[in-house]
Structures are given as structure tokens and as C-alpha cells.
């Protein structure tokens, strides 16, 4: 019902009623008209169409881009549908340029992308203070467009990567009236003071007027579906502002929101965090050092705040004028000084989530080698998973989707590897074609992934009536003879998905499983399948039988072992699809 609304909304007289863009144009005040208008005048005109009151709703909610609940993942809802993100993120500099840009548009579309990650910097969008320049917006919203790919705008704002390098030159020149971060020596740093009202006021301002521009040039056709606020925020190579006011701020009493919040919710708490507090006393009042004690993290947690409430500023001042899905990416590292102090690092998430709660998602850069648990450390506190920058790596996207429920995934210096014959673009290639699928598989919780390589080369999955033991698959084929050794590719990767409980689909490449079940009987193939996606519905291929089905024709070992032998095998190289049907006996 919401796609026949959606097209009745391109009726020129309906859509000023349902939704009047005049009316939303400049100031929060406004969004009570348009929801008025919603209420009353939205409802007579679908009644008049014959429509219910159920339908009115869903549109309402549904027309942005948003975020949404759907069982037991938190989805990014697109023109009314989910939408699993498969995109790349622009090198720093590329989109300041049209020219740059123009031969790499058709390649990233070309690489199966669907979304593509750009600066939009305030330097070059607000030249001079309250003026405004939007002709590198429209020309990525338009080449977006014309390459059928979504954006996602990263807002360098007040700073990138901790540095106010993007902010402009009437800022970095006026510090008295920007003023900056001061150390402990007591010198300035180019990062802008988190607590000067000057700052976040004229950062907000920037940004609001961005907001309003996407609005009225993007507010129907919706190419740009997210907005990242800042970069990496945090302070490189220093604990805590030492400025007057932030030292005032750090001696007064941790701000009542966030004791309340810490003292109701003391359970649900991320683990470490909680530790911290509790070996500090688990006080519920007083000032930062006495509640959290005086440490390093003290410091970090303090400006984990402030960062979290300026930044919250920002995109509260973003979203009054165009509520589009807004997230903070985060610079990850283990220990302090490997990371930027203040950044929504796992410790903080409560922090940040309290501080920020017109920040959506608190995303991780993805860059340091244990993927997995980084995944897991921000898969928590209700914050869905999205990695904003990350390696090109095929298998990193195939298990954040599956065992995360991730909304997507995006490598950095994309245009750099925008070739449709790298391994990520033939990932995202058959992720596109089974998005509906994976989506769907996301909300019920039957989607797992499996990650072999030379140290971890066996994985079971339990799901549906069925154990699946997945090994790297061996390259000689067909399996007459059980091959010894033989030669195994390094990286291998699936999503096992449950689409019944004896039926599967499996996406992947390198890997082999045979299966048993349900609990301690064998089993063997009723059906399997090759195949692909077409518009999201399975279109087969060859079935397989025969020696394409026999991983194991050692008749005595599966007597004794109570196996069939029977399995799959998907290919290394470009990741495939097969459909398979099992039963017990
Ligand atoms: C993380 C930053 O967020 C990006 O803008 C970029 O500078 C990358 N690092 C480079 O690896």
C-alpha cells in the first residue's frame, strides 16, 4: 500500500498536502504545521481515495529514510523497504572536485556498490559566514542519480579526525571568537574548543542549512539516505581540554541526565564501563573525579560527554530541518594514545548515547584486525550495526551482515578499487541480488556466517532442523576419491540463511559442509539447487546430484560415523548461491 500511496503522491495537488515542502523549510516550529497537516489534512484526502487510517500512518513514517525495528534487527528503512547498505567511502579530498569524480561514478556502480560515502565540508559550503554554496552537493546528488547509487554525507565540520582542518578560513583565522583546544602546557591545538557555545552555534548553523538544501533538492527522490556527523571526534594526543571553562566543567558535578541515567540502569550498563564506575565506587553524585575516579579514563569520559553533547547540537540543528538517520564514526585502538580521547569508543557507548540522542548509530572504523570483535563490542546498548570505513575485504562484509545483522558496510578510498573484478565487488553482487532475502533473514534471527582461513579451517552452524560442519573447500573436484590435503584457498566465507526448517540458502565461496540432524540422526539431500537472484527471486540453475553432492564416499567410516557423505560445495573466487533442501533418516 505505501508504493500505490508513494505514486499517488506524485499527483502535484495530493503531495502539497501530504508533504508540504514549503512548509517544512526553515524552522522546527514549522514541523507542527506539516504535522498537522498530516493529522487532519492527510488522512480526508487518503479517505477520499478510498484508503484506511492504518495506510495514512505508514506513510507518514514511512516517506524518509529512517531507521526501524524489525524483529530482531534494526533496519535502514529506504522509500518504505529495507535496504542493506553496500557501499564505499570517497578518499577525503575526491568529492571536492566534479571533474575529479566524473570517470570514477559509473565505476563504483559498476562494482555492484549501491551507496556511495562523500565529504561535504564545511569550508567549502559556508565560504563565508552565512553564505552558501551548494554546487558540489547537487553535482554528487546528481551524479548519484545518474548512476542509480545512493549517498551518504559525511559533514567535516568542526573536525576530521580531531582536527578543525575543514572548518573555514573565517573560523581558523578568528580564534578569539572560535577559540581552540588548550593543552596542558597551556598552547593552543587546531582542534576547536568542544566547550565554546560560538563554536557548536555556527558549526549547527552550517549544518542546518545543509539539511534544508538536501531537503528541497532531495526530499522526494531520497539518493541521500544518511548523514555522518563530524569524523572521528576526539582529542589526538591529549587526555582533557585545559582551557577556564573546561576545567570549570570538569570540577562541577557529572551532569544529573547521565547519573540518572547510569543509576537506573545500572544492569544493562556496557560491561566495561560499569566495571570502571563500580571500582570507583559506584557513587551516584559528585564531580567527575569523584564518581569515576581520578585515572586517564576519567579524563576520556569527561570529554566523551562534552564532544557527545556538541555534537548532538549539530545534528539536532540537521535534523529539525530534514530528520534524515545520523551517526558518529568512531577511530578505534586499544589502549589510550592509540585512539583520539573523547571518540565514542566501546567504553563510552552509554556516554554517548546519553549525551547524543540525536545520533542514531554510533559506528565503528573498522580497520584494526580483530573484526569480529569489534563487531560484538558495538553490537550492544540497543546501537545497530553499521561500519562506515573499513578494508575491502569480502568476508568481513559477509560476517558483519549475517552474525551482526549489520545495515551495511562501507571500505574507504573506494575509488581507488572501483573495479567490478575485485572480490568486494563480486561480495556485493550477490548481496544485492539476495538483499530481500538477508534482510528478511536479519529481522528473524536465521542468518549465520561462517569466516574459515588457514588458523580457524572448520565452523558448525546450528540453524533450522539442521547442524551444518563447514571446512575450506578442497579444489579437486569431483570427490570420487576423498581428497588428502589437497590445496585449500586462503579466505572463505558464507551466510547461511534458514528460509524453513530443513531448507537453506547458502551464499559463499571457498568452503564445503556436509550436515546431520535433527539432533542425532544423519542427513542427506532432498534437493540442491545452484542459482541466482533475479529482483530478489531465486531463479535456479543446474540441480546437483551425483558425485556433486558426494563430499565423502568412504562407505565404511559413514557407516560408523552415522553420516551420509552428502554435502555442497561452493567454488573459491566469486561468491555463488545454492538452494538446499535436506532430510533426516
Ligand atoms: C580514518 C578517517 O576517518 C578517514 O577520513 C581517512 O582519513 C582514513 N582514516 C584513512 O585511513
Keep these: 500500500m505505501g508504493a500505490i500511496l508513494r505514486v499517488r503522491a506524485r499527483i502535484p495537488a495530493l503531495r502539497s498536502l501530504m508533504f508540504p515542502r514549503t512548509l517544512v523549510r526553515n524552522r522546527a516550529w514549522r514541523y507542527r504545521v506539516v504535522d498537522m497537516k498530516l493529522r487532519y489534512v492527510l488522512p480526508c484526502a487518503v479517505a477520499m481515495l478510498g484508503f484506511s487510517m492504518a495506510d495514512a500512518q505508514s506513510v507518514s513514517t514511512s516517506f524518509l529514510p529512517h531507521l526501524e525495528k524489525r524483529g530482531k534487527a534494526t533496519q535502514l528503512i529506504v522509500d518504505g523497504r529495507p535496504f542493506l547498505i553496500l557501499a564505499g567511502e570517497l578518499t577525503n579530498s ?7 569524480m566524473e570517470p570514477y561514478w559509473p ?25 552558501f554554496d551548494f554546487a558540489l552537493v547537487d553535482g554528487a546528488i546528481r551524479e548519484a542519480r545518474r548512476n542509480h547509487l545512493h549517498l551518504i554525507f559525511l559533514w567535516f565540520g568542526s573536525w576530521k579526525n580531531g582536527e578543525s582542518t575543514y572548518t573555514p578560513l573565517w ?56 548523514m555522518q556527523v563530524e569524523n572521528e571526534v576526539g582529542c589526538p594526543g591529549a587526555t582533557r581540554d585545559q582551557a577556564p571553562e573546561a576545567k570549570a566543567a570538569f570540577n562541577a558535578s557529572v551532569p544529573k541526565q547521565l547519573m540518572d541515567y547510569m543509576a537506573k540502569n545500572k544492569e544493562n550498563l556496557v560491561s566495561e564501563f560499569r566495571q570502571y564506575w563500580e571500582a570507583a565506587g559506584g557513587k551516584t553524585s559528585g564531580t567527575w ?17 562534552h564532544y557527545a553533547r556538541y555534537v548532538d547540537k549539530v545534528a539536532q540543528a540537521g535534523k529539525a530541518e530534514y530528520p534524515l538517520p545520523m551517526f558518529v564514526n568512531v577511530d578505534l585502538g586499544q589502549a589510550i594514545g592509540e585512539y583520539s580521547s573523547g571518540g565514542a569508543l566501546p567504553i563510552q557507548l552509554n556516554v554517548w548515547q546519553q549525551g547524543a540522542p540525536g545520533i542514531d548509530i554510533i559506528a565503528p572504523d573498522i580497520y584494526l584486525p580483530n573484526f569480529a570483535e569489534w563487531c560484538a563490542r558495538y553490537d550492544r546498548s540497543g546501537n545497530p550495526l553499521w561500519i562506515p570505513e573499513t578494508r575491502g575485504d569480502a568476508a568481513n562484509a559477509f560476517y558483519a551482515i549475517a552474525n551482526h545483522a549489520a545495515m551495511g558496510i562501507s571500505p574507504f578510498g573506494i575509488e581507488r578499487q572501483a573495479d567490478a573484478a575485485t572480490p568486494l565487488a563480486q561480495a556485493y553482487g550477490l548481496l544485492a541480488q539476495a538483499a530481500p532475502l538477508i534482510l528478511e533473514a536479519q529481522a528473524k534471527g536465521a542468518i549465520k556466517a561462517v569466516t574459515l582461513n588457514a588458523q580457524h579451517t572448520e565452523e558448525t552452524v546450528q540453524l533450522g532442523n539442521y547442524t551444518l560442519a563447514f571446512s575450506m573447500a578442497r579444489t579437486r573436484q569431483p570427490a570420487s576419491a576423498p581428497p588428502a590435503g589437497g590445496n585449500a584457498q586462503t579466505s572463505s566465507y558464507a551466510i547461511v540463511i534458514s528460509t524453513g526448517p530443513d531448507d537453506y540458502v547458502i551464499l559463499g565461496s571457498g568452503l564445503q559442509a556436509t550436515f546431520n540432524g535433527p539432533g542425532p540422526s544423519a542427513a542427506a539431500v532432498a534437493t540442491l539447487e545452484e542459482g541466482t537472484y533475479v529482483e530478489g527471486r531465486w531463479v535456479p540453475g543446474r540441480r546437483l546430484n551425483g558425485d556433486d553432492i558426494m563430499l565423502n564416499y568412504d562407505a565404511p567410516n559413514k557407516a560408523i560415523r552415522n553420516e551420509s557423505g552428502q554435502g555442497f560445495r561452493l567454488a573459491g573466487g566469486a561468491p555463488k548461491a545454492i538452494h538446499l533442501q535436506v532430510y533426516g533418516y
Design 289 to 305: 573525579g569523584e564518581v569515576f575516579g581520578n585515572q586517564p579514563m576519567t579524563n576520556e569520559i569527561f570529554m566523551a560527554w
Design 171 to 226: 573560523v581558523k583565522k578568528n580564534r578569539k571568537q572560535y577559540p581552540l583546544f588548550l593543552t596542558e602546557s597551556g598552547q593552543s591545538i587546531t582542534y576547536l574548543s568542544v566547550f565554546k557555545e560560538a563554536n557548536w552555534n555556527a558549526d549547527a548553523k552550517a549544518f542546518a542549512a545543509l539539511l534544508r538544501h538536501i531537503r528541497e533538492v532531495d526530499g522526494e527522490a531520497h539518493t541521500v539516505i544518511m
Design 107 to 131: 565505476k563504483l556502480a559498476a562494482a555492484n556498490m549501491n551507496t556511495v560515502l562523500a565529504a561535504v565540508t564545511w569550508e567549502l559550503v559556508e565560504p563565508e559566514p552565512g553564505r
Design 94 to 100: 575526491a568529492s571536492s572536485s566534479m571533474e575529479y
